[in-house]
T-cell receptor, first 113, second 114 residues
Framework: AQSVTQPDIHITVSEGASLELRCNYS??????LFWYVQSPGQGLQLLLK??????LVQGIKGFEAEFKRSQSSFNLRKPSVHWSDAAEYFC???????????FGTGTRLKVLA | SQTIHQWPATLVQPVGSPLSLECTVE??????LYWYRQAAGRGLQLLFY??????ISSEVPQNLSASRPQDRQFILSSKKLLLSDSGFYLC?????????????FGQGTRLTVV
């Protein structure tokens, strides 16, 4: 069965520091990959997505993610974090041939001023 | 442009009472529709999805049910709520061409069962 692992439940960084959120997936082929962000009490907003092609994808708000097939990973990065980036981040996979998106348990980001 | 509406935003219901959450999508046709539940520390759990009117796939056996009476309407129901049904419920849609497209989420319904 497909699964998504986000090993870091909480991450705290200082404003201006770099950020990397980890995501590993389990799937027999290359799935479709997504990162979403959720502010408290709100729905999810898409940050970026990977379907095929260039393994480094750019998203909104200065985020990027790199797909590494050999590591089954799709880590999210940002070179300089802003206080407004404090939120919960979810990695998700879409399994080709199904209609299901499978989400990780999320990483809550705290930004110190 | 497409929009998704979910209501109510918050709901407090006693144990054993019925539930009806509604989700509608505007500006598109034949979307795939999804209900997710989010519990603290557990990420998003897929409850139901629908690829067409009257077509419901259930992912988790429980006392919830879903219906799709119209193309762009998705309803989550329960006849008798349990305490464990508390959580944040999110409706989502995608363009119906498969998963090589992102899901768009509503603003969610916070359900507290007391």
């Amino acid at each position: 069965a497909q699964s998504v692992t986000q090993p870091d439940i909480h991450i705290t960084v200082s404003e201006g520091a770099s950020l990397e959120l980890r995501c590993n997936y389990s799937y027999g082929a290359t799935p479709y990959l997504f990162w979403y962000v959720q502010s408290p009490g709100q729905g999810l907003q898409l940050l970026l997505k990977y379907f095929s092609g260039d393994t480094l994808v750019q998203g909104i708000k200065g985020f990027e993610a790199e797909f590494k097939r050999s590591q089954s990973s799709f880590n999210l990065r940002k070179p300089s974090v802003h206080w407004s980036d404090a939120a919960e981040y979810f990695c998700a996979v879409g399994a080709p041939g199904t209609y299901k998106y499978i989400f990780g348990t999320g990483t809550r980001l705290k930004v110190l001023a | 442009s497409q929009t998704i509406h979910q209501w109510p935003a918050t709901l407090v219901q006693p144990v054993g009472s019925p539930l009806s959450l509604e989700c509608t999508v505007e500006g598109t046709s034949n979307p795939n529709l999804y209900w997710y539940r989010q519990a603290a520390g557990r990420g998003l759990q897929l409850l139901f999805y629908s690829v067409g009117i009257g077509q419901i796939s259930s992912e988790v056996p429980q006392n919830l049910s879903a219906s799709r009476p119209q193309d762009r309407q998705f309803i989550l129901s329960s006849k008798k709520l349990l305490l464990s049904d508390s959580g944040f419920y999110l409706c989502a849609w995608n363009r119906g061409t498969g998963l090589n497209t992102e899901a768009f989420f509503g603003q969610g319904t916070r359900l507290t069962v007391v």
